[in-house]
């Protein structure tokens, strides 16, 4: 089973239904259902998104649709082996770029999904959009 580890632009495409790119992040979280792939989303993510959800909506209602994400995703952890890797690699302009390549690589990661492939230019493992890598499987 392929293990896809979403960067955090992707889970914000579903959870706030941006579009054009909503279609291919709710594919993503499909074939998760149906238990063809594992989604993995490292703990920072859980963060960021909410912090933005937040704006967007309560934050009672932000607390409630990332309990439903988690119930469908595998968390990553940020230990101190992580945040140094990424400290210490410079090939990542941006500090949280790094973070999420590292927790991709930690949970043993088959692709990195993002709509940021600029930002993972350096990565060993392999890093597509939703909609290149849906046709793959």
């Given at each position: 089973?392929?293990?896809?580890?979403?960067?955090?632009?992707?889970?914000?495409?579903?959870?706030?239904?941006?579009?054009?790119?909503?279609?291919?992040?709710?594919?993503?979280f499909s074939l998760a259902d149906t238990g063809k792939v594992e989604l993995f989303v490292s703990?920072?993510?859980?963060?960021?998104?909410?912090y933005i959800l937040s704006k967007m909506t309560t934050t009672d209602n932000a607390r409630t649709?990332?309990?439903?994400?988690?119930?469908?995703?595998?968390?990553?952890?940020?230990?101190?082996?992580?945040?140094?890797?990424?400290?210490?690699?410079?090939?990542?302009?941006?500090?949280?770029?790094?973070?999420?390549?590292?927790?991709?690589?930690?949970?043993?990661?088959?692709?990195?999904?993002?709509?940021?492939?600029?930002?993972?230019?350096?990565?060993?493992?392999?890093?597509?959009?939703?909609?290149?890598?849906?046709?793959?499987?």
């Open positions: 089973m392929k293990k896809l580890f979403l960067d955090t632009n992707i889970i914000l495409d579903i959870l706030a239904k941006r579009v054009p790119f909503y279609n291919e992040a709710a594919q993503l703990a920072l993510s859980f963060a960021n998104i909410n649709t990332l309990s439903k994400l988690k119930a469908i995703v595998k968390i990553t952890s940020l230990d101190e082996k992580i945040i140094a890797l990424a400290l210490n690699d410079v090939s990542f302009s941006n500090f949280e770029d790094g973070l999420q390549y590292y927790s991709a690589l930690a949970a043993n990661s088959n692709v990195i999904i993002t709509r940021n492939l600029k930002d993972f230019q350096t990565s060993s493992i392999p890093v597509m959009t939703a909609k290149s890598f849906l046709p793959t499987l």
